[in-house]
């Protein structure tokens, strides 16, 4: 009895998995993208924003050699986390893009959709 | 479907790289065609508008260069700021885009005169990425309260908007979609946000490839 009981699946928010591609100068680490996609989150919209948007950038699907990742929020955030990844310009020391490849309702579509976090060497 | 980006600067104007780097770029970010003033060099990657880019602080040489260009190319733009440019942009019926109404100004550069002009002479306004994202927080809050301000008289008055990157470099680009989730942080629906970025640049293009060939009338053909 130490730990809440899980929400019913009825009561949780939907969530949607952002899938994104990275186009850099040079390749980028994880924690670089998540340093500026956080950046751009809360400067966009700031901390009552992401708190709604229940923002969360997913380690363990970092693709490092693809340069692939996943974005996890809510279902009625998605453009405002779209908006929020296209206005990242610069990841780490390197002048980046980042291109949303697509968006999913699990992690086992992104990963079979769109090979994200398919790599065994990701970390 | 077809993503176009009506504003991108190569090393012909104002930008770093050349136009083959911007093709490439935009043919990796998927977009069908983008608009770059100057730009001559022809790829085998996203084809390349020809277009012009009125930039001019007089109301008389706005309405000569506009005329002059005008059966030149395929679009035909005009960078805003000041409000006598912005407003005579918006009354040629020759003019396509006016580009960064807001740009150097503590306000949105439109007004509603404006932009009824705007939806009855068929000129789209611009939202510009570049103004975003080079801007930093204050600045960046008047930028986002101009362009929302636009947005709102837009809806209004059924003016077209169209959503660019404004790019002077290959990595100031943004696929086509990820421009819409900026419109739609400006107050657009999602629809009208996407139609922005693919159906009313398509349609400009279409009108104007169309009066060019020598159909200025939809059904009549002059020889």
């Not at chain 2, 009506?6 to 983008?34: Q, Y």
């Not at chain 2, 679009?75 to 700021?81: A, D, F, Q, R």
């Not at chain 2, 790019?167 to 943004?174: D, F, I, P, S, V």
């Amino acid at each position: 009895m130490n730990e809440p009981k899980t929400l019913p699946a009825s009561m949780r928010p939907k969530k949607r998995y952002i899938v994104f591609d990275i186009i850099s100068e040079t390749p980028v680490l994880y924690k670089d993208v998540n340093f500026a996609a956080w950046g751009s989150f809360l400067s966009l919209l700031g901390h009552a924003g992401c708190a709604d948007a229940k923002i969360l950038v997913l380690e363990n699907l970092y693709d490092q050699s693809a340069q692939r990742g996943v974005v996890r929020c809510r279902s009625s955030h998605v453009e405002q986390v779209r908006a929020a990844l296209a206005l990242v310009s610069i990841i780490g020391e390197s002048r980046s893009i980042i291109k949303v490849l697509g968006v999913t309702g699990t992690i086992s579509s992104a990963s079979t959709k769109y090979d994200a976090g398919t790599n065994p060497d990701s970390s | 479907m077809d993503y176009y980006d009506l504003h991108v600067r190569s090393a012909a104007t104002t930008g770093e790289n050349t136009s083959g780097e911007m093709a490439a770029m935009a043919t990796r970010l998927g977009l069908k065609a983008i608009a770059m003033p100057g730009a001559t060099e022809k790829t085998g990657d996203a084809e390349i508008i020809s277009c012009h880019m009125i930039e001019t602080q007089n109301i008389q040489e706005l309405a000569e260069e506009a005329r002059k260009y005008r059966d030149n190319c395929e679009i035909l733009m005009v960078s805003g700021g000041s409000y006598e440019i912005n407003r005579a942009a918006c009354e040629n019926s020759l003019i396509d885009v006016l580009c960064h109404p807001g740009r150097g100004r503590r306000d949105s550069g439109l007004d509603h005169v404006a932009i009824k002009a705007a939806a009855d002479n068929n000129v789209a306004i611009e939202i510009n990425l570049r103004e975003i994202l080079e801007s930093y927080r204050k600045n960046r809050v008047r930028v986002l309260e101009g362009i929302k301000r636009n947005v709102f008289l837009c809806r209004k008055f059924n003016t077209s908007i169209v959503i660019t990157s404004g790019a002077h470099t290959k990595w100031g680009m943004r696929a086509g979609r990820e421009l819409a989730a900026v419109g739609v942080l400006a107050g657009m629906e999602l629809a009208d946000a996407i139609d922005s970025v693919s159906m009313v640049p398509q349609k400009i293009l279409e009108t104007n490839r169309a009066k060019l060939s020598g159909k200025k009338w939809e059904g009549m053909e002059i020889e």
